[in-house]
């Protein structure tokens, strides 16, 4: 209880510094009081004049809003959800709207409710795509059910091949790619049948070495998935990757192929064959198959970088300058963009 | 192109001879000394982890490459000389050489063309020109070079080129970024100071850039800094590492291609006014097949498939491929990494590289030194070693590579945190020894046990229009149909220097039906029928 409190106060501090359109001016009435003593984080003095102001105006939809922030912020999520869902999905002022959401999913969460919190996440995420607020709660909330999941499945089936498989794919999060390893081999022997298991070990083997030995061990795990599911393109993907990176170009060709008549729209496996038809000069064939990737993946660099090769072996020229034209605005995004901020970190002194 | 009957001879030839058996006669041979570069177990600082080059030059023109060895801080660079005997002495005291602080690069040339070969030390801080009088003594002449600079300087590769045809050695010198041991974050202090998961030494990332020099001789003993004149300092962005300085597109003037840390590389273009084109992008160079920025750390260049023009290698960081660029023709390249057998070592940190044809079977092979930045990284118990075995390839003469490494000698095998790596000839018996600096260790002397099969030329070439040194006069050599293409080079590899003699394996062939040398002047020799088994001195006419 004490960790949710907190976390509600954690959270409605983020919210008063980013709490725009609301009133500043000297505080006249208890309403702007209210706020501001909110936004200074004295809860019950706000929770005292905003329950005053409320009382004197039922429809002041300022007081309203803030005092049901107000009690969130101070644990007491179960008078304040009512008022925060209405002012939620009522509010015409969307700043307001959007803190009553984002107090509203951290009250839901602290209540237990995680499937309704993920629907107010969703609805956050719809109304404000950019914000980073409504980002950052929504992936809180979706860790939280992602928890709540994981508990249950080990707790009610402790046994099941999915327990190993999801303890295998949460240390690939991890980068402890042995362990990862020993988890997709337990569930393959609880579930030999079970697809998706040995692309899952041969992916993890390929993350922890690329060493020979470990290219042929991830071979014979794509194969084996192949063996239950013959039409799994990225199990044909990566027997491609391994035959490549061994010199096997031809090999590998025929599973990029395949992989891409299986799953026409998978970019990876049309730039693989792209590339290669490209260093064969067979450039009628690589071309289209490359703009096709840049049309259906405009940011995708590989694919801009492939098809201005493949325009300037072909002697176009003038496409190949182009390509490179919008390789470097990606490469190089306009001023504000994250990547653009992590690139320019390196221009600037270093802190102390 | 090869000839079917080179081929064959080839074939015997393999047959008969056995495989290359590399063993390090370093202690031997007398290079006991240890070169301390930072910490061992944990580097905290990014300085502690670029290390040092080496080079192989006959600095007392007797005919037999010395080693010169630089060194991290807490240690002097070492000047060995050659006794003729597989033998080496430090006389690093004696020529002046004696020296302290981070020493990061090395190169070579004779920039006041007096006949004996200069040095240039690249250090974090102020780089070092020494000049070298008579064989018998170095003297630093920085200043009176006018080469003084920013002691936040992180200089690293360098190397001399005559840009401008004038006969005298001009000098690129790469820069990594601004380092400061003052300012520079701690580990695990920022994003940029983790490495799976880790706290390690920050860096490249979050430090500051800085941009690459160009100093222009100008005949009197003087440089001046034409960095921004010549259009090198327009390239910014970039952690710099390696050089190559050499003709990429065959028209008879110095290109400069740079590699750096997590920055595309970049190669200018020389346009023949005194100003460079940076084109590394659109010539194909710049990044891997995917058009991503990997972090290049050495780098080297041969006609690895026998067409005429001149390739380039690259080494790259672990989980990343080390690629190689074939040349098209015009300076323009294609990644041709995969389809050449060499996709497939991902796990090493490799640095020191260079293409020697260690058989002599007129393919040149390609041997890389490796080691991690991160020696945290053995804690994690994976494949990634911050001490690490070497790789070499042997060329299959068909447009591919065969990675020889565990058959090769237990040399290759040594486990080391490897830097800079250098190739020459100590003995002049025609067979190729590597040079490797060891941070922490003595540095490794590979030489093999047996010597390689085919036959060789050994070619001195000596400038008099054009820079004493020859550096970059071009050189092709037929021989038994099989025609081969190299280039004089000052620099390369990770911050070393080879040996500025061209060495030439000539398979079953016992003579050069030509030798063609187009010197820097634009003048050029023919030699014809040349015998094979010797080193032959090729003197530019005045």
């Known amino acids: ?224 998935e192949l063996a239950l599911n013959a039409e799994d393109p990225a199990a044909e993907f990566q027997i491609g990757q391994i035959l490549d990176a061994g010199g096997r170009r031809e090999d590998a060709l025929a599973h990029f192929q395949k992989a891409l008549e299986l799953s026409p729209n998978f970019p990876e496996a049309a730039l693989a064959v792209g590339r290669i038809r490209v260093q064969d000069k067979q450039y009628a064939e690589a071309i289209p198959l490359l703009e096709r990737v840049v049309a259906a993946q405009p940011r995708n660099e590989a694919a801009h970088y492939s098809l201005m090769m493949a325009y300037r072996n072909s002697g176009q020229m003038d496409k190949a300058r182009r390509e490179q034209q919008e390789l470097q605005k990606l490469q190089h995004p306009p001023e504000g963009e994250f990547t653009d901020f992590l690139k320019r970190l390196g221009e600037k002194a270093p802190e102390k | 192109m090869k000839a079917p009957a080179f081929a064959a001879a080839l074939a015997l030839l393999a047959a008969a001879a056995p495989g290359p058996d590399f063993r390090d006669i370093g202690k031997q041979a007398g290079l006991t000394a240890s070169f301390p570069n930072g910490g061992a177990t944990s580097k905290a600082y990014i300085i502690e982890t670029t290390g040092s080059g080496v080079a192989f030059i006959d600095y007392d023109n007797d005919g037999y490459l010395d080693i010169f060895v630089l060194s991290g801080d807490g240690g002097t660079n070492r000047m060995y000389h050659n006794d003729h005997n597989g033998h080496f002495t430090d006389v690093t005291a004696e020529l002046g050489l004696t020296s302290s602080g981070w020493a990061e690069g090395v190169c070579a040339g004779d920039y006041d063309n007096d ?22 003594r170095f003297e630093d002449v920085t200043a009176k070079a006018h080469l003084t600079q920013d002691r936040v300087r992180y200089n690293t590769g360098c190397a ?79 952690y710099s590492l390696a050089v190559l300085a050499e003709d990429v597109n065959d028209d008879g003037r110095p290109d400069i291609y740079v590699v750096g840390d997590q920055t595309a590389a970049m190669l200018f273009i020389n346009q023949g006014d005194g100003t460079f084109s940076e084109e590394a992008v659109m010539r194909g160079v710049a990044f891997d097949e995917n058009g991503r920025e990997l972090s290049g750390m050495g780098l080297a260049s041969a006609d690895y498939n026998g067409d005429g023009l001149l390739d380039i290698f690259r080494s790259d960081f672990s989980d990343e491929r080390s690629l190689l660029y074939r040349n098209a023709g015009n300076g323009q390249f294609d990644d041709v990494t995969m389809a050449a057998g060499l996709g497939h070592n991902t796990r090493f940190v490799n640095w020191g590289c260079a293409f020697l044809d260690f058989e002599n079977s007129g393919w040149k092979g390609l041997v890389i030194v490796t080691g991690h930045v991160f020696p945290e ?87 008099s229009r054009s820079n004493r040194s020859a550096i970059g006069a071009r050189v092709v050599l037929s021989a038994g149909g099989h025609t081969q293409v190299d280039e004089v080079r000052s620099g390369g590899s990770y911050l070393s220097q ?24 634009g003048q050029k020799t023919v030699l014809r029928d040349v015998a094979a088994d010797r080193i032959l001195t090729i003197p530019e006419q005045p």
Request: charged residues 25%; contains cysteine.
């Open chain 2, 377 to 463: 990284v053995d804690r994690q118990n994976i494949d990634i070693h911050s001490r690490d075995r070497a790789i070499l390839y042997r060329n299959t003469g068909k447009g591919a590579f065969e990675d020889i490494s565990e058959h090769a000698g237990p040399a290759i095998l040594e486990r080391h945190s490897a830097r800079g790596l250098a190739i020459g000839d100590i003995d002049n018996d025609g067979t190729l020894e590597i040079l490797a600096n060891n941070q922490n260790e003595p540095p490794s002397l590979w030489k093999q046990s047996h010597p390689a099969a085919g036959h060789w030329l050994l070619l001195k070439l000596i400038g």
């Open chain 2, 498 to 521: 080879s040996d500025l003699r061209l060495h030439f394996g000539l398979g079953s062939a016992v003579r050069a039906d030509s030798i063609a040398v187009r010197w820097p002047s």
């Open chain 1, 1 to 224: 209880m004490m960790r949710d409190i907190r976390a509600a106060r954690v959270a409605m501090a983020a919210l008063m510094v980013t709490a725009v359109g609301v009133p500043l001016m000297e505080a006249q009435s208890a309403t702007e009081q209210g706020v501001i003593a909110f936004q200074q984080g004295h809860y019950l003095q706000a929770s005292r004049l905003l329950a005053d102001a409320v009382r004197a105006n039922p429809h002041d939809e300022h007081a309203r809003t803030f005092l049901a922030l107000t009690r969130a912020a101070t644990g007491h999520c179960p008078e304040a959800v009512s008022d925060l869902t209405d002012r939620f999905q009522q509010s015409g002022d969307p700043d307001l709207a959007r803190l009553a959401g984002l107090a509203l999913a951290q009250c839901l969460v602290t209540q237990g409710d995680t499937a309704k919190a993920v629907s107010i996440a969703g609805q956050l995420e719809a109304r404000y795509p950019d914000d980073a607020d409504v980002l950052y709660q929504a992936a809180r909330v979706h860790m939280r059910a992602f928890n709540d999941a994981t508990r249950r499945m080990f707790e009610k089936t402790p046994a099941s091949y999915r327990v190993n498989q999801l303890s295998g794919e949460i240390f690939e999060t991890e980068n402890k790619f042995a362990e990862a390893a020993a988890e997709y081999r337990k569930a393959i022997e609880k579930n030999p049948r079970a697809l998706n298991l040995h692309f899952r070990l041969g992916r993890a083997i390929l993350l922890e070495s690329h060493s020979p030995e470990a290219l042929a061990k991830a071979q014979k795990e794509f194969e084996a």
């Open chain 2, 115 to 136: 006949g004996y070969t200069d040095l240039f030390v690249t250090y974090w801080g102020q780089n070092r020109l020494y000049r070298n009088v008579n064989g018998k």
């Open chain 2, 160 to 238: 001399f080129l005559d840009y401008d045809g004038d006969g005298h050695l001009d000098l690129f010198v790469a820069n990594y970024l601004k380092f400061d041991f003052a300012t520079t974050p701690k580990a695990g202090s920022n994003p940029y100071c983790f490495y799976r998961g880790m706290a390690v030494n920050c860096g490249p990332r979050g430090l500051p850039f800085e941009k690459n020099l160009l100093y222009h001789n100008k005949g009197d003993g003087t440089f001046e800094d034409v960095s921004e004149r010549s259009g090198i300092a327009k390239a910014e962005g970039h």
